[in-house]
């Protein structure tokens, strides 16, 4: 069996396939594709809400649920791109993405709109790695793959510019589901494109398909997931450790299968190479000290600064601008000095970037938070950028599915363990504030509640009211983003550690 720490041959390494940035040019309509429709479906909440009144844990779950399904299935739609193709995963998956589209935006219930976001997740879960996988296929030079992984980090930074920008532009011209619409002209053009463009490639060994480790990682990550949300959004319970212990014994079970099959699901051995555990350890740490900044920011530019979707959108852009720009030359930076430096640096800055929003107000101007997001946006650009890089040179081709679902399984988890923390930090918070006589009870379980609730009380109350929520609002705003970049620091020297000596060869 191929060695799973064995570096790029000589021969990989001077193989340029024709036509392989065309094809690349393909693969990041997909990557945008996902990094828009995972911004959108917060602007268009309340506009769903009002029309399908769904109730709160119906409302909880159309926004839930897609995450959950895409958590767990990454490693096994990784793995079956490994075994029939990722070219032919990818068009299948992308085809599906776009007629379930069509069902998001013209569902009538809520009970609809949940089964169409879980639908949705189980084509998105096919996307992300088969393009990670491609990129390794398509490009062996580690060189220009450090460029070609530049750009795929980069469409995405731009995706999740472009999402809040046109989604706000949609929703205050159209009806919600024109947020969904927009994915079929992207899904038309990588469909009918790919078919031309892209290569086949897939593992010429796989093994055969192991069902019970597939219901494994299904049942392990959708059921930690699930527990780490369920405690963010309703604190602690019995139920809830259950269901949290299931899937931790699940996930143990899946591990200790794959240390005894002959030919795994996933490869336990990738996590032998330093490199590679590192850089996907890294990603999950930085995506949870990140989460409570991405969660809440959009919350506290428009219900506590008052801003439009679109003008929201707007002034979240210098992240994705600094995004672009530094994954674009984080290859180029990493051999230059290093990949910890690289790393290293991104996250400290991303860290440091945090805690100056530790001072913001109710009415914090503009340059500091637009300073703090472009400095965000650069220091993830350099970290995620390099460590995708590390994650495919650290493992043979024919694996390189399965690696790429373990790096997206990372920032799924990662997510959900931030809201969950970093959420708890500014319900808890949030939840203290003082109310005056007549306030409903349902405006301390949010910011948009109180913001509901003052809308039907006087004028003098309503004002006490929405200023004693923001107060608390960015309160515990402020502490959870000090908590976050204690967590980047943190993390900006174990990666100084971890990743010393490493190199985008695939090599220690």
């Known amino acids: 069996m191929t060695s799973t720490l064995r570096p790029a041959t000589t021969i990989e390494a001077v193989t340029k396939r024709p036509g392989r940035w065309l094809a690349l040019s393909v693969l990041v309509l997909a990557v945008l594709l996902v990094a828009v429709d995972a911004t959108v479906l917060g602007l268009a909440t309340p506009y769903i809400s009002e029309d399908l009144n769904p109730t709160g844990s119906q409302l909880l779950w159309i926004g839930d649920v897609y995450s959950f399904v895409i958590a767990g299935l990454l490693v096994t739609m990784g793995s079956l791109g490994d075994r029939i193709g990722r070219k032919r995963i990818l068009l299948v998956g992308a085809t599906a993405f776009g007629a379930i589209s069509v069902l998001n935006a013209y569902a009538t219930t809520p009970e609809l709109m949940i089964l169409a976001r879980a639908l949705l997740g189980v084509a998105g879960a096919t996307l992300m790695p088969a393009t990670l996988a491609l990129i390794r296929n398509l490009f062996h030079d580690p060189r220009e793959r450090s460029l070609a992984v530049g750009i795929w980090g980069a469409t995405a930074s731009a995706g999740t510019a472009i999402g809040p920008i046109a989604g706000g532009f949609l929703l205050e011209h159209f009806w919600w589901g024109s947020v969904f619409l927009i994915n079929l002209p992207v899904m038309a053009v990588l469909v009918l494109v790919g078919i031309k463009l892209l290569p086949e490639s897939k593992n010429p060994n796989p093994g055969p398909w192991d069902l019970t480790s597939v219901t494994l990682s299904l049942v392990g990550v959708i059921a930690v997931v699930y527990a780490v949300k369920e405690t963010a959004s309703h604190g602690f319970g019995w139920e809830i450790l259950g269901i949290g212990a299931l899937g931790a014994g699940a996930l143990y079970w899946f591990v200790h299968r794959q240390l005894t099959l002959p030919t795994p699901l996933l490869d336990m051995r990738l996590f032998r190479n330093r490199g590679f555990s ?99 946006g650069i220091g993830a650009g350099f970290s995620f950028t390099v460590t995708a890089d590390v994650i495919l040179s650290g493992v043979p081709k024919e694996q390189a599915g399965s690696a790429s679902a373990v790096s997206e399984t990372a920032y799924e988890l990662g997510a959900a363990l931030g809201i969950a923390v970093l959420g708890s930090i500014v319900t808890g918070v949030y939840r203290g504030f003082t109310a005056p006589a007549g306030t409903p009870e349902g405006a301390h379980e949010s910011l948009g509640a109180a913001v509901e609730s003052a809308a039907g009380m006087p004028t003098r109350q309503a004002q006490a009211l929405l200023t004693s929520a923001r107060e608390s609002f960015v309160d515990g705003l402020t502490i959870a983003a000090g908590a976050g970049a204690a967590v980047l620091l943190a993390t900006a020297c174990a990666a100084w550690f971890l990743l010393r000596n490493q190199r985008l060869d695939g090599r220690p």
């Open 278 to 376: 590192a850089a996907v350890l890294a990603d999950l740490l930085t995506i949870l000290g990140l989460s409570g900044l991405v969660f809440f920011l959009s919350q506290y530019l428009q219900l506590v600064q008052g801003r439009r979707p679109l003008e929201a959108g707007l002034a979240e852009l210098p992240a994705a601008v600094g995004a672009v720009a530094a994954g674009l030359i984080a290859g180029w930076a990493a051999r230059r000095w290093s990949v910890r430096a690289v790393v290293s640096g991104g996250l400290a800055a991303v860290g440091v970037a945090l805690a100056s929003l530790t001072v913001i107000d109710q009415s914090t101007g503009y340059p500091l938070l637009g300073a703090a997001l472009l400095v965000v």
